[in-house]
Structure formats: structure tokens, C-alpha cells
């Protein structure tokens, strides 16, 4: 009888819940409802042009992202569907990027011309759809969305590398990517499983909690498990970011697929995968607040999200004895200090206390959080250089790769990779400096989020321009570009400011993005006195000087080359649209520097209440 | 004063907008037309002159806003603020270091703009990318906030490089690589010095009638104070880019630890001298120099290489005076190997430009010289001195060496070839030219009676108090430095007859060739024989400043000295724990004033000692 009630009690909670959820899910829904529309329309005609509604779906999404809401209103941490999803200022933020960039996206793509009539119904709902994860990987706070988000934004670029049917360099890297975005998300997944199966649940902050109450205690086993656990997520999102060394597919796919994709991939994509990384780093390396405030709430939850994740849970002591028997002993993270165990004890000690007084005291909570936070310090070191790592070999290999290469995508395609990198380094600090200097995190995470502003508009712009060009000259290798200023000086002069944004030179605003980077890791540094993050910033800024090579050669061969007679490539001018679009998108390269504030308050603002 | 600053920044870079719309009328080769040629380098002369005539009537002409050359510390300061997230103002200022830097900047633009007649192709790019690289420069003297100033330094690269790239000679794309990759790798290190010494600072700690005082002076904005005040009461610290604050910072309060100021001057040293440039990061300059056009040449060696030594004088010494302080003797010891290299480089060249490219190492060595002439001896009215001789080779160097290059620009558009060993005879074909070429050169030589004279005496002599070895190696430097000048006079302009090809086009210059030459000339002669009308500008700020640091110094030298002490007494203390400790602490009480007396004792004992 008991039961029952429970049962209907759950219901009702979860009708509430849903209602509730759906309100500030409405972006999402809007891409749904017009993937569902290209589809049926698909199914029709093949002769419509879907541009114009694909473009109000986009400007629908954007609107109903609702940007402002960061300029005035105090956006509180909310979970959306149980606790499968979190909404806050990140969410806001990462969502209207990328929405942003879905309409900037879809002009470009109509003006390049890629997709034709034809092609549009597919082409677009693949983008939507692939939004439409990349969304959810910028709200997940459970794992189970973490794994089927990053499929969901994963699979439809797979089939939008091959877009250019009848291209064997297209089918080609379609395969390339297929095959190597099925192998990370498998290793991640099993990754996934193991954290899963060690700490009982898939539910982010309950998983800190989780682990908070671990780690102390943990043998040598249990971390060898949680260790290869981090390293194995690390690869799926090292895969999605193109990090290195699981970056193998982006030249080939960058070199076989055509320009617009790859400015989907590359701006997109990444940004998403950031936002992802930042979900997952912050999310295991500390316990939100509201997870402390009331033991029996979390109590419900942790049981209501065993009831969600059953199917995918292997029975918890099993995997871990499991793993206990077969994991070596060689991993080696500090986390036999005696001082968490200690907090530890004193946190559950208090806890009834907490309890009765939770109305009014707040101190006891920021107690009980504290002691969690310091036993999850390992964790927080250990992400920390794990990321370090990942960031430096990836700027460093993609810089120097760059150097080398003739086609102008693949050249891109390293310059992603060296800027992946420069964008994880803003991870590390954000680490060291959580628990200890909120502050700083905070400042961390805001820099990552004005790099990606930054970057959506450089690589968008960067792109453009070599698809209208490749449009007018039919070639996407560099020597082929040689003395183009003389007959398209608007679109290499754009190009030439955009690529000096990617060097990082003020004042243009690719510096901003990296100013703001290395001030949160010469932050870290001073406070948290980490020397992996003064050898960030060092390679940081070495790798600064050495990119200025690959793209000083591209403009160098644009303005200072002779134009080849031999191979006379058309002498069509750019038309006005295009001309139009290419500076539209390049002004805020230029002009940022004055309203940097805005950016700056933007990501403030976004990450507010990302840390608590 | 903020529209006028912002005004003579900035006219430059309104002058490039502008001269984006206007038409360029092109042939096929990238030549414009003559008259669009004329037009468009004719525009910019306006601009240049604008400017000029801005700069001057601002700060000498015009009563109510002239430099006070009675005043030392910052005049027609503002500050607005621009990056709150980062504490980053929009603040600018001027004073007796930056004044004569700034009229430097905006004079010698007008004479390169003059000189630039010889540009034939793509006249609009380059008129664009000369005002917008005339912006940086000016910028980089007047910012006061440290990222401004970092944007400034880093906004001449792009439209140096292209100038060079682009207008340049054979090895041109070689050449201005070379200088963008010195240069940026240069101030990636300043960045990350930049951001260690923002993240050490905390205006929380300065003395509050030092803020009162800044921000009385305008030079830091005024709602500091209210974050100040919050920041003392939640305890956490306020961070400034605030060149004039960090300074403060530095000789006031213990924000910047010794080796914090260690590790920044030398990252920001280096930084500036490459711009200077010093061996061992000097390299670059002679293939730029060679390279660039004429004009380009001239505001390379007229302005940017200032750059460098503002830079130190007005950043590394005042913010890391401990590290200036420590690492003098790698500044002098630089700067003297400088002096000497660069004399015996040039002795070797054969081309005539590379001739005045290594003379341009010599004597920004004198320059950094004069900076670093600081030790822990003596009173310090030496290093003043240097430091007024260092400021005026900068000036004086920077009329030379573009009126040297500009000869040389004038002959090789006529014959187009630099070979020393092809020249002679000049004086006898091109009498008001070589007249011109004597003046100037005599100048670059150091000559009494010309500019480069009395820089040059006052760094020699303030190395005297520093180094005795160092000072005869600096003074016999004057010796090879009239060698390779006047072996360059007398093959290029002596001698019977010219050697070289193109005879046929050696003709007589014209009137703007002369007046561009005879204003350097005169200026060269002004400064040579009335150094006071330069000095009583810069006196005041000189002083102000070396008195500051060595206050500072007087400081830090007890610091360093108690703490040896301490160590000493407590080695001492350590041999004779077993004997001693007792009885001193019977001592102590017997006193009845506990430990305070006996500390004091203590001091009073290690001050005697």
C-alpha cells in the first residue's frame, strides 16, 4: 500500500518536474520540431528551398536560448529532468553560441551555395540534429546524457563530412571519422562504465559526493580504476576536441570534407566539447552546494536516478572487486593524506546537525562542503594535469604540424588542433584554483568561454573565405592563392586580419581570448603555485611565436607572391554579397578590442553560478 | 586633456581611413599614376604635419596645457576605465621622459613621409599602413596602463612587417619575417612578464596618501579608491596595469618579491632589447634596415628603436628596481659589448646601408648603457647622469641615424647600388648633398657641436663611477666608431672620381631632398650646441625618478643588510646556544621590558656594527 503512494508520489513529482523542464528546454524542442519538418518535407518534394525556414528555426532557437537573460537577470543553477540535465548560465551561454553560430552558418552556407536545392532538407537536418547534441553536451549533468549527447551531435557530422557525393576524398574521411568517432566513444563509454560502477550512480554531483566519501579511503585498486576511468572519458572528449594525440582524423576529414563543414566542425563542435569538458571537470572535481543541503533529498535522488540508470548499471562491488583483481598498481596520485579522511569524519558528524539547522545556518553546509571539496582534491589535481598534459602536446603538435602543410583546410585543420589546445589550458588553472580560490576558478572558466566567442567568429570568417574562394578560383591549395590581393584585396585583407586574431597579435581579438587565458594561468600560478601551470604558460607563449610562421606563409604567398600565369584562375570579382558577409563576420575581429567588456561581463555572467 | 592625448594618437589612424577611400589609380605593376601618387603622399604629409603641429601646439605653444618643465611626475593625465574585468584603464600621460619621444615620433614621421616620393607602387597600402604604424608609436610613449601600452607595441609589427615585406629590397620577405619573429617572440615574453607582475600586485597596500596622491594626479581613475577601500575590507587584493601604480607598488610596499622583480626584469629586458637592439638578439636590424625602403629605414631607426630604451626606463627599472638593481652588470656589461661589436661590424660592411645599421647598434648601446649605470655604490648622481646622457643619445640618435639613412636612400635612388668600394667622387658631383652627408654623418660620429655629442660624453662618464675597465673599453669606442665614419665618408664622397655604374644618373638633389636633409641638419646642430633646450625637459622627470629609486635602494640595501645580519647573528647564535641563550634570557627579564628591548638591543648593536 505504502508502495503505491510512493508510486504516485513519484509520478506527480516527475509530472511537475517535466512541466517545469520543458520551459527552459525550448531551444532544443524548436531544433526537434524542425528537424521533424525538413524530414516530412523531404518525404514530399525535393524541390523546396528550405533555407528561409531553416534560417527562422535558427532565429527561433536563438531567441528562445534567450541570451539577455545573462545581461541583467541572476540565472540560478537549476536540474531539468530529474537531474539528467542542468540549466544555468553556462547552458545559456554555450546554447546561444552555438545558435549564433547556426545562423551566421546557415547565411553562409546559402550564399557559398553548399547545399544545393536538393540537398537542403538532408543537409539541414543533419546540422540541426547535430546542434541539437551538441546542446544537450553543454546541459548534461548525468553521464548516461553525456555518452548519448555526444552520439547525437557525433553521428550527423560523420555523414556531413561525406556531404560532396561522388568524392572519394569525402566518402573517404566520412569513413575516417565514422570509425574513429565509433572507437572513442566505445573507450569512453567503458570509461563511463567503470566510474559508474565505483561510485554507484551516473548523476554528476552526486557521483562528487560519491567520491568525496571514497577517495579517502580508496586502496590502490580503487584509484588505478578511477584514474584509467578519467583517462578513458578524457579520450572521447579528446576525440570531439581533436586533441592530440587523438586528433588523427581532423586533417584528413578537414581536407576531405568541403569548407562549410569544417566550420561547423571546427566552431561548433569544439565549443560544445568544451563546454562538455568543463561540465565534467567541474562536476567531478567538486560538490554543488545543493547537494549538501538536505541528506534526505539526496537520499531520493541518488535512488531516483538508480531507477533511471538500472539498465545500465553492473552491480556496484562486483565491478570493483572485479577491478580490484585485475588493475595494476601503478598509478600513483596522492591521496593518502590523512587530513580528508579526518574532514571527512567531521563532515559526518555534522551532518544530523545540518540537517535541523538548514533552514537559516548556511555556515555548516559551506563546512560540510569544504571537507568534500579537500578530499576531492586528488581528483582535482589529477583532471588537472591530465588536461595539462593533453593541452600542451596538442598546441605544441598542432603548431609545428601546421608548418608544413600545402592545402590551406588541412593548414586549419592543425591551427583547430593548436587552438583545442590553447583552449584546454584554461581547464588546468580553473583545477588547481578550485576549492581554494573560487574566484580564480571562476575567472578560469569565464576566459574559456570568451576564447570560444572569439573563436566562433575567427574560424567562421577564416572558413567563408576559403569557400567563396575556392567558389571563384577552384582550388584550396595555398600556392594557388599567390598574389591574390591584387584582384580580391577585401577577402585577403580579411583573411590576413583574421589569421593575425588566430596568432593572437593585438589589438586584435584573438589576443583577448588568449590574454584572458593566460591571465587565469599566471593567476593559478601565483595562488595555487603550481609549476604545470607556469609551464603552461610558458609553452603558451611560445607556442604564440611559433604559429606566427604557418600563417604569416599563407598571407605572405597571398600579398607579397606573383600571381601563377600559368594556371589563370578566373578573374571573376567577389560579388557584393559575399563581400558583405566576409566583413560582417571579420568587424568583430577588429573592433572587440573596444567592447571587450561586454564579452568579458557575457562569460562572467555565464559561469556565475557554475561554481558553488 | 583626455580628447587631446586621444587626438594625437589617433589623428594618424583617422588619416588612414581616410586615405582607404580615396581611389588609387594603378597600372597593371602596381605603379600609380604620378598625380594619384602625388595626391595620396601628399595627404599623409597633411596628416603627419597635423599631427606634429597638434603635438606641438599641445604641449609647447599653447599656455594652459604646455609641459610644466618644473614638474617631474605625470602631467595631463587621464584614466577611463576600459576593461573592468581585468582592471585594464584607458590611461595616458605625459612627462619629461616621454615629451621629447613623442615630438621625436611625429618630427621624423613628417620628414619620412617627405622621403617617401621614391615609393612608386601601391601608394595607397602603403600611406595606410605608414599612419597606422605612426599610431603605434606615438601610443607606446603616452599609454600609462600596461596593457595599452602592450596593444600599442604590438600594433607597429603587422604594418612593419608589411612595409618592409612589401616596399622592401630583394630579401625583403626574409627580412621582415626575421623582424616579426624577434619582436613577437620579444613580447610574448613581456606578456607573461606583464601578467606575473599584474597578478602580484595589490593596490590595497600602498600607502593610502600615495593613491590619494595618483588619483589627485589623475593618473589612476578615481573609483579605485572605492575598490580599494572594499578590497581592505574583504581582504582581497586589487590588481592594477597602472604603469605609474605598479611603480609605487614596487618602491613602496613589498608587493614584488626580489625574485619576482628578478625574473620580470629580465623576461621585460629582453623584451625591450630586441627592439633596442643589444646583442645578443641584435640580428635582425641589419637585414630589416637593409632591406626596407628609405623612409621606413628612417622611422626604424629614428623611433622604433627608442621603444626600447623607454621601455626600460620607464617599465623594467621602476617596477623591478631589485632586479635592476641585481642584474646591472648584465645591462652595462650588454650594452658595452654593443657599443664595441657593433663599431667593429660596421668597420667590416661594405655596403653602405649595413654601415649605418651596425653604427645604429653601436650607439643604442650607449643607450643601454646609460640605463644600467646603477650599483649599490656611491650616491647615485652618476646613474642620473647616465640616464639624462642615455635619454639624450636617444634623441640625438634618433636625428642622426635618419638623416644618415636618408643620404643613403638619396644616392642609391640614383644609382642604384650601396657598394662602398664603388662609390668616390660624389663631392665634386653632388656638392649641397655631400655637405648635407658630411653634417650628418659627423653627427652620427659624436662630434662637439653636434647632437650626438653630449649623449654620448655623459654615458661615458657616468660609466667611469661604475667600472674604470668598462669605461676606457666605452670610450675607446669613440675611436673606431670615427674610423669606420670617416673611411665611409672618404670612399663614398672623396676621391677623384665615381667608380660605380649609372653615372649618367647622378644628378644634383632637389628641394625636397634638401629640406629634408637640412632640417635634420639643423636640428642636429640645435641640439648640439643648445642641449638645453632638450635637457631642461627631460631634468626634472630624470631626477625625480633616479631620486625616487635610489630612496628605494637606500631601503632595500638595509633589508638586505638586516638580513645578513640576522642570518649572521643567527649563526652565532647556533655556536653559542649552550652558553648564551640562558643568560640573555635572564638578561631580558632583568630589564623587565621583555623581548621588545632586547630585540632592539639587538638592532642597535647591528647598526653600529
Known amino acids: ?612 | 586633456m583626455e580628447l587631446l592625448i586621444s587626438l594625437i594618437v589617433f589623428l594618424p589612424t583617422l588619416g588612414a581611413l581616410a586615405v582607404a577611400c580615396f581611389p588609387s589609380k594603378k597600372d597593371e605593376n602596381g605603379v600609380n599614376a604620378k598625380d594619384n601618387q602625388n595626391f595620396l603622399l601628399g595627404f599623409t604629409l597633411g596628416v603627419g604635419i597635423l599631427t606634429f603641429v597638434v603635438s606641438l601646439a599641445a604641449f609647447v605653444l599653447n599656455d594652459s596645457s604646455a609641459i610644466d618643465e618644473s614638474i617631474g611626475s605625470m602631467q595631463h593625465a587621464f584614466s577611463i576605465s576600459w576593461i573592468p574585468a581585468f582592471d585594464i584603464e584607458y590611461a595616458m600621460g605625459i612627462d619629461g621622459i616621454s615629451f621629447p619621444l613623442v615630438l621625436l615620433t611625429t618630427g621624423v614621421s613628417i620628414l619620412a613621409i617627405l622621403a617617401s616620393w621614391s615609393i612608386k607602387k601601391h601608394v595607397k597600402a602603403y600611406c595606410v599602413l605608414f599612419l597606422l604604424l605612426e599610431t603605434g608609436m606615438i601610443g607606446v610613449f603616452l599609454a600609462l596602463d600596461f596593457f595599452l601600452f602592450y596593444v600599442f607595441w604590438e600594433v607597429m609589427l603587422l604594418p612593419m612587417y608589411f612595409l618592409i615585406g612589401i616596399w622592401g629590397g630583394p630579401r625583403r620577405e626574409y627580412a621582415a619575417i626575421k623582424f616579426f619573429l624577434y619582436t613577437l617572440l620579444g613580447s610574448v615574453l613581456m606578456l607573461i612578464a606583464i601578467l606575473m607582475i599584474y597578478f602580484n600586485s595589490d593596490l590595497t597596500q600602498l600607502a593610502p596618501a600615495n593613491l590619494q596622491e595618483l588619483v589627485a594626479n589623475d593618473v589612476i581613475n578615481a573609483d579605485v579608491t572605492k575598490s580599494v577601500a572594499a578590497g581592505i575590507k574583504s581582504g582581497t587584493a586589487v590588481h592594477t596595469f597602472n604603469l605609474v601604480a605598479l611603480a609605487e607598488l614596487a618602491q613602496t610596499t613589498d608587493c614584488f618579491s626580489a625574485e619576482l622583480q628578478w625574473w620580470c626584469f629580465l623576461l621585460l629586458f629582453i623584451g625591450f632589447i630586441v627592439k633596442v637592439p643589444s646583442i645578443p638578439v641584435h640580428t635582425w636590424l641589419p637585414d630589416a634596415h637593409v632591406e626596407a625602403p628609405t623612409p621606413i629605414s628612417m622611422i626604424l631607426a629614428g623611433v622604433l628603436l627608442k621603444m626600447g630604451g623607454y621601455g626600460i626606463i620607464r617599465i623594467c627599472y621602476p617596477i623591478c628596481p631589485a632586479g635592476g638593481l641585481e642584474l646591472s652588470y648584465v645591462v652595462v656589461g650588454l650594452g658595452v659589448a654593443s657599443m664595441v661589436y657593433g663599431a667593429f661590424a660596421a668597420l667590416a660592411q661594405t655596403d653602405f646601408k649595413r654601415v649605418v645599421a651596425y653604427s645604429s647598434v653601436s650607439h643604442m648601446g650607449y643607450v643601454v648603457v646609460g640605463f644600467g649605470v646603477w650599483t649599490m655604490l656611491g650616491n647615485g648622481d652618476y646613474w642620473k647622469m647616465g640616464v639624462t646622457g642615455a635619454m639624450y643619445q636617444m634623441i640625438g640618435h634618433g636625428i642622426s641615424s635618419a638623416g644618415m639613412f636618408f643620404m643613403v636612400g638619396i644616392i642609391y635612388d640614383r644609382v642604384h647600388h650601396r657598394n662602398l668600394n664603388e662609390f668616390g667622387g660624389l663631392y665634386g658631383l653632388m656638392p649641397k648633398y655631400t655637405a648635407l652627408a658630411m653634417g650628418l654623418f659627423f653627427a652620427g660620429l659624436g662630434l662637439p657641436g653636434l647632437c650626438g655629442f653630449i649623449g654620448e660624453v655623459l654615458v661615458v662618464l657616468s660609466v667611469w663611477r661604475f667600472s674604470p675597465l668598462l669605461a676606457i673599453i666605452s670610450a675607446s669606442v669613440v675611436i673606431f666608431t670615427a674610423g669606420y665614419i670617416l673611411w665611409t665618408l672618404q670612399r663614398v664622397y672623396l676621391g677623384p672620381e665615381y667608380k660605380g655604374p649609372h653615372a649618367e644618373e647622378i644628378k644634383p638633389i632637389n628641394g625636397r631632398e634638401f629640406s629634408t636633409g637640412a632640417i635634420l641638419l639643423v636640428l642636429a646642430i640645435i641640439f648640439g650646441v643648445f642641449p638645453n633646450t632638450l635637457i631642461k625637459y627631460m631634468d626634472e622627470t630624470v631626477d625625480q625618478q633616479v631620486t625616487s629609486l635610489n630612496e628605494w635602494r637606500e631601503g632595500y640595501e638595509q633589508t638586505l643588510a638586516t638580513a645578513e645580519e640576522s642570518d649572521e647573528a643567527e649563526h652565532a647564535e647556533e655556536a653559542s646556544e649552550d652558553g648564551h641563550g640562558e643568560e640573555g634570557e635572564e638578561a631580558a627579564d632583568e630589564h623587565g621590558e621583555g623581548e621588545t628591548a632586547a630585540t632592539s638591543d639587538l638592532t642597535e648593536v647591528a647598526v653600529a656594527n
Open chain 1, 1 to 612: 500500500m505504502e508502495s503505491t503512494t510512493d508510486f504516485y508520489n513519484l509520478i506527480d513529482a516527475l509530472k511537475a518536474d517535466s512541466a517545469n523542464s520543458l520551459g527552459l528546454f525550448m531551444p532544443e524542442i524548436t531544433l526537434c520540431v524542425f528537424i521533424a519538418l525538413f524530414l516530412a518535407v523531404r518525404l514530399v518534394t525535393t524541390k523546396l528551398d528550405l533555407f528561409w525556414v531553416a534560417l527562422a528555426g535558427a532565429v527561433v532557437g536563438l531567441v528562445s536560448s534567450n541570451p539577455l537573460q545573462l545581461c541583467g537577470g541572476n540565472v540560478e543553477s537549476e536540474e531539468l529532468f530529474t537531474g539528467l540535465l542542468v540549466h544555468d548560465g553556462l547552458t545559456i551561454a554555450i546554447r546561444s553560441i552555438l545558435m549564433l553560430f547556426l545562423v551566421l552558418f546557415l547565411i553562409f552556407t546559402k550564399i557559398s551555395g553548399v547545399p544545393d536545392k536538393e540537398d537542403g532538407a538532408d543537409v539541414y537536418s543533419l546540422v540541426f540534429g547535430s546542434t541539437l547534441g551538441m546542446c544537450l553536451m553543454a546541459s548534461a549533468n548525468h553521464l548516461l546524457i553525456v555518452f548519448l549527447a555526444i552520439e547525437m551531435a557525433g553521428v550527423p557530422s560523420y555523414v556531413l563530412a561525406g556531404l560532396i557525393k561522388g568524392r572519394k576524398r569525402g566518402s573517404e574521411s566520412a569513413l575516417k571519422y565514422a570509425i574513429y568517432g565509433a572507437g572513442a566513444a566505445g573507450v569512453m563509454l567503458y570509461g563511463i562504465s567503470l566510474l559508474v560502477g565505483l561510485s554507484g550512480t551516473a548523476h554528476l554531483p552526486t557521483m562528487a559526493l560519491e567520491l568525496a566519501q571514497i577517495i579517502p579511503q580508496a586502496g590502490l585498486g580503487e584509484q588505478a580504476v578511477l584514474c584509467l576511468a578519467a583517462v578513458m572519458i578524457s579520450v572521447g572528449i579528446a576525440f570531439k576536441l581533436s586533441a592530440v594525440p587523438f586528433h588523427f582524423w581532423a586533417p584528413d576529414v578537414f581536407h576531405g570534407a568541403c569548407a562549410e563543414v569544417n566550420a561547423f566542425l571546427s566552431v561548433a563542435s569544439k565549443a560544445a566539447a568544451l563546454a562538455l569538458l568543463l561540465r565534467l571537470a567541474v562536476g567531478l572535481g567538486s560538490v554543488p552546494l545543493s547537494e549538501i543541503e538536505a541528506p534526505q533529498a539526496i537520499q531520493q535522488t541518488v535512488e531516483a536516478h538508480q531507477e533511471t540508470v538500472q539498465t545500465d548499471l553492473v552491480p556496484t562491488h562486483l565491478v570493483s572487486l572485479e577491478d580490484e583483481a585485475v588493475s595494476g598498481s601503478d598509478e600513483d596520485i596522492d591521496v593518502k593524506s590523512s587530513e580528508p579522511v579526518e574532514a571527512q569524519a567531521n563532515a559526518e558528524t555534522e551532518a544530523p546537525a545540518t540537517e535541523a539547522e538548514v533552514v537559516e545556518a548556511v555556515d555548516p553546509r559551506l563546512e560540510i562542503k569544504q571537507a568534500h571539496d579537500e578530499a576531492l582534491s586528488p581528483v582535482r589535481n589529477f583532471i588537472g594535469l591530465l588536461i595539462a598534459f593533453f593541452a600542451v602536446i596538442t598546441a605544441t603538435f598542432g603548431n609545428l604540424a601546421a608548418y608544413g602543410q600545402k592545402n590551406i583546410k588541412r593548414l586549419l585543420a592543425y591551427s583547430t588542433i593548436a587552438h583545442a589546445g590553447y583552449m584546454m589550458m584554461a581547464v588546468t588553472p580553473l583545477m588547481m584554483m578550485l576549492g581554494t580560490d573560487n574566484n580564480g576558478a571562476e575567472q578560469a572558466a569565464s576566459a574559456l568561454i570568451q576564447y570560444i566567442v572569439v573563436y566562433v567568429f575567427l574560424n567562421l570568417g577564416a572558413f567563408s573565405i576559403i569557400a567563396f574562394l575556392r567558389n571563384y578560383v577552384g582550388s584550396e591549395e595555398i600556392e594557388d592563392y599567390s598574389g591574390m590581393v591584387k584582384s580580391r584585396p577585401v577577402l585577403v585583407i580579411c583573411l590576413a586580419l583574421i589569421f593575425f586574431s588566430l596568432v593572437g597579435l593585438p589589438p586584435l581579438s584573438g589576443f583577448l581570448g588568449k590574454f584572458a587565458i593566460f591571465a587565469s594561468l599566471a593567476d593559478g600560478y601565483s595562488t595555487a603555485g603550481s609549476s604545470a601551470l607556469l609551464v603552461l604558460l610558458i609553452a603558451g607563449g611560445l607556442n604564440t611565436a611559433i604559429s606566427l610562421f604557418y600563417y604569416l606563409g599563407v598571407i605572405k604567398t597571398m600579398v607579397m607572391g606573383e600571381p601563377d600565369e600559368s594556371h589563370h584562375l578566373g578573374d571573376r570579382p567577389v560579388g557584393r554579397i559575399e563581400m558583405a558577409y566576409v566583413v560582417v563576420v571579420s568587424i568583430p575581429t577588429v573592433f572587440l578590442i573596444v567592447c571587450w567588456q561586454w564579452v568579458a561581463g557575457f562569460a562572467d555572467e555565464a559561469v556565475k553560478h557554475f561554481i558553488s
